[in-house]
């Protein structure tokens, strides 16, 4: 809890908070096991549509993301009810001091009141994490049944499609380790999106989208997340290729 100093004066202006902030500072590290739990769910729930595993275990993969989803939210709103409290004292300067605890209390509670399934669409490693299970279903085949048209669509031509999605627009060969823009949704070897953007940042010019017809100019380092869905199934094509030769 925060103390005075020992001036004789009733301002709460000598109200350190020093301990309050070190120890917020402590909890937003929690933040890292979350994502580490994120990362973790999301690579055993890749695997379980990879292996084809039953439904009911991929399931309890994206329930698993939900629930730390929730608690990520649930630390958000503590953090910012306590930053809320602190502010408040800092700027109304009140002759006595308040309930710190109400205070932290009625914010966080006015936050959590407004949660919404919505708000998981501002979680970056849970939308990610649907969009690549989404994306290995469909390399994988899995979808392939609900989302038939009846068209008849030529398999050479899905495979042949597949494979373009392999090459990197800069280097023009298959990819190895392939990031994704968020933006706009292209993929890109890493390690040459990377190069470029450090080249263009080092000359002060803006980096460009290097996928022919994007109309992103001015990509960032924080564009760039790892595309696992990708990776996987450039792998499980090759692996493929690799028996069909033998």
Do not use: W
């Not at 994306?135 to 899905?158: F, H, N, P, Y």
């Amino acid at each position: 809890m925060p103390g005075r100093s020992n001036s004789n004066s009733g301002s709460t202006g000598f109200i350190s908070f020093s301990g309050v902030e070190s120890a917020l500072s402590s909890l937003k590290n929690f933040q890292a096991c979350i994502n580490s739990g994120m990362d973790t769910a999301s690579s055993v729930a890749l695997d379980l549509v990879e292996t084809q595993t039953e439904v009911s275990s991929e399931y309890s993969m994206d329930k698993a993301m939900v629930e730390f989803a929730a608690m990520d939210r649930q630390l958000n709103h503590y953090v910012k009810a306590v930053q809320s409290m602190i502010n408040h004292v800092k700027e109304e300067r009140p002759e006595k001091i308040p309930n710190l605890k109400l205070l932290v209390e009625k914010k966080f509670l006015a936050l959590q009141n407004k949660n919404s399934d919505a708000d998981f669409q501002n979680n970056e490693k849970f939308v990610q994490f649907k969009q690549q299970l989404k994306e290995l279903k469909k390399q994988c085949g899995l979808q392939a049944d609900r989302e038939a048209d009846g068209t008849g669509v030529d398999e050479d031509m899905i495979v042949t499609q597949s494979q373009t999605n392999f090459i990197c627009p800069i280097t023009q060969l298959e990819m190895k380790k392939p990031v994704k823009n968020k933006v706009c949704g292209h993929t890109y070897e890493e390690e040459a999106i990377v190069r470029m953007i450090e080249s263009k940042h080092r000359r002060k010019k803006k980096a460009c989208c290097p996928k022919i017809g994007c109309s992103h100019t001015d990509m960032r380092m924080s564009d760039l997340v790892q595309d696992e869905a990708l990776r996987r199934a450039i792998e499980n094509h090759n692996k493929k290729r690799h028996r069909h030769s033998e």
